[in-house]
């Protein structure tokens, strides 16, 4: 069986930077975790009074939201060239 080509499609300085931006994204996972404390009550009494702080739940869950998806579909990649290595050996 012939063994799959493929080139490196990241730098290792890139997963440098990506690891030290890595840090600021802790917030929004933070605040997405929080959010699922609150009963709806809870939100919808901040949605009220707190529109803002409402807003800025929503915006850092979603920003969240992409990158865990981002983060997925790299380990996808990631797993799927060990399993086409794995597959030959």
Known sequence: MMQESFDAVLTKQEVEKGE???N???I???VSLITLTKTS???A???RE???V???LVRFTI???EHAKATLELAEEALARLISIGEVN
């Open 20 to 22: 030290r931006n890595e």
């Open 24 to 26: 600021g994204r802790g």
């Open 28 to 30: 929004a996972r933070r």
């Open 41 to 43: 009550d809870e939100l």
């Open 45 to 47: 009494k901040i949605a």
């Open 50 to 52: 707190e529109p803002d």
């Open 54 to 56: 409402f807003m800025d």
């Open 63 to 65: 920003e969240h939201h």
